[in-house]
């Protein structure tokens, strides 16, 4: 079964920091890309940040410096800290997985999604 779940989004203040978390239902230690994406009101989905096998990691400029991906092959988890929250960063998250060893090519999985709300 290939499954994501996200969890950690609440209400946050602004300048507030946030850790969601992406558990995986697989071993995510082969899979090409796990990433983190968003979806503001009325908005586009976006990357905000991405890390590929081997360890590259890329950033949408709008977060950089202030989010932070992590990967966790043993416990197959995808986490995203997010320092001085400002918001605009209210939106949707989605974790999201590409290259899943066994899958067909082109092939992305996403979670359900949760919701980060930056306000006072």
Known sequence: QVQLVESGGCLVQPGGSLRL???ASWSIF????MGWYRQAPGK???L??????GGA?????????RFTISRDNAKNTVDLQMNSLKPEDTAVYYCNAA???GTPLGTTYWGQGTQVTVSS
Do not use: L, P
């Open 48 to 53: 905000v940040a991405i890390m590929i096998r």
């Open 21 to 23: 978390s992406c558990a």
């Open 44 to 46: 586009q989905r976006e």
């Open 30 to 33: 082969s899979t090409d890309v």
């Open 99 to 101: 290259g899943v060893r």
């Open 57 to 65: 990691i890329n950033y949408a400029d709008s977060v950089k410096g």
